[in-house]
């Protein structure tokens, strides 16, 4: 199914629509503030599998990432130190993706990396879907390196190509081609490990 949704003002009906299929363990394609992601509820242990799976992804050796509306819950998912937490305030909501170590309240399923990623697009349709649904939201990106640009930019393209491995594509515009910039906040030492659209 593809949903019309606009950044602007998005609609909380066809929001409601979508957060139904993420509390039901659906896998959902949305658009952030980089490029069109996958995602599902991140604490339903069952839905972030199929995503691993339909990704190609083993959730032991990758780190996972995680969208949070903003940085008032983090604690619940991360540890974060305060000097992360001023960096992340004062680059979020923005395209970057901040590791840490995970806290006790994930699932098991990210504990075997005791790391995740971090994320606060400044994107209104995920942010209000996120802070409808009250659980983070899974996210991996739906750009493989091989890939025919617009079938990654394209909400159309990205539904005729994805109809049938996910149960809703939301359209919001064209999406972007630049992934995230990847920060490890894992030690005091931050370090870059990709550079992507965000300036730090």
């Known amino acids: 199914m593809l949903v019309r949704i606009y950044p602007e003002n998005p609609n909380q009906k066809e929001i409601d629509k979508v957060v139904k299929v993420l509390q039901d363990g659906g896998l959902v394609v949305y658009p952030t503030d980089t490029v069109y992601a996958i995602g599902c509820d991140a604490l339903n242990v069952r ?3 199929k995503i691993c799976q339909m990704k190609g992804v083993n959730p032991q050796k990758s780190n996972l990432s995680i969208i949070c509306y903003d940085l008032s819950n983090l604690s619940e998912y991360a540890k974060v130190s305060n ?13 970057f993706t901040f590791i840490l170590p995970t806290s006790s309240e994930l699932p098991k399923i990210y504990k075997n990396r005791k790391e995740v990623g971090i ?3 400044d994107n209104n349709i ?8 009250g659980n983070p ?5 739906i750009r493989d390196k ?4 617009e079938y990654t930019t ?4 990205i539904h005729e190509k994805y109809e049938h491995q996910v149960d809703i594509v939301i359209d919001g515009g064209f999406g972007g081609l630049e992934a995230s910039t990847v920060i490890d906040c894992t030690t005091d030492n931050f370090e870059i ?8």
């Not at 000097?83 to 395209?95: R, S």
């Not at 091989?146 to 640009?149: K, L």
Request: charged content about 25%; aromatic content about 2%.
């Open 154 to 157: 394209d909400p159309e393209l």
């Open 126 to 133: 995920t942010r209000t879907l996120v802070q409808s649904l």
């Open 146 to 149: 091989d890939e025919v640009i």
């Open 193 to 200: 490990v990709r550079q992507g659209k965000g300036e730090l």
């Open 83 to 95: 000097a992360a937490f001023k960096l992340m305030k004062k680059h979020l909501p923005g395209p």
């Open 137 to 141: 939201i899974l996210t991996m990106s």
């Open 47 to 49: 839905a972030v599998e």
């Open 119 to 121: 994320r606060v697009p």
